[in-house]
């Protein structure tokens, strides 16, 4: 990432060094650790999605795991269904194995949220909906939410 002042450059440092603490338990080895919120704090960013709301996502979705898959085949940290390649991926490639790329699972899932949320008019409730294929029920978006309040972070 690249910062217009050195002051952010400091607050980015602060957030993950908070979030890779937070996170040890789950992610013991400190180097991949890193890398993980490195690639989620740029995706998140790139897609203008709060990096906490997609660290509770990611929580939710998979719990962590890079191979997680799920009964309907969704895939990665973010549970990308294989579809996206198509939709997103842009090159027709069917090879889902792509989805288990730690930067291409997380700027899929970005994106894909980023998609839901300009679909439902900045709704986050109804995006989350979307994103986990139960628009309207509360269950899986109240479990983001919560999870997302273990991930907020105040500088300061």
């Known amino acids: 990432p690249t910062f217009d002042s050195t002051e952010e450059r400091l607050a980015y440092l602060r957030w993950l060094g908070a979030m890779s603490e937070r996170l040890r338990r789950r992610k013991p080895d400190r180097l991949a650790r890193i890398e993980f919120l490195e690639t989620l704090w740029y995706e998140s960013r790139r897609a203008g999605v709060d990096p906490a ?4 996502l990611v929580q939710v979705e998979s719990g962590f795991r890079k191979y997680a898959v799920s009964v309907a085949g969704a895939r990665g940290y973010m549970q990308v269904m294989p579809f996206w390649l198509r939709v997103i991926g842009g090159s027709g490639d069917d090879d889902v194995g792509r989805l288990f790329h730690l930067q291409t699972n997380l700027r899929f899932g970005c994106v894909i949220l980023r998609h839901y949320l300009d679909r439902e008019g900045g709704d986050l409730f109804m995006a ?13 978006p109240q479990l983001v939410f919560g999870a997302r309040r273990r ?3 105040e500088a300061g």
Do not use: F, H, K, Q
Request: glycine residues 20%; charged residues 20%; aromatic residues 20%.
């Open 53 to 56: 709301l997609v660290l509770g």
């Open 128 to 140: 989350l909906g979307r994103y986990n294929g139960s628009r309207g029920r509360a269950p899986y």
């Open 151 to 153: 991930w907020e972070y």
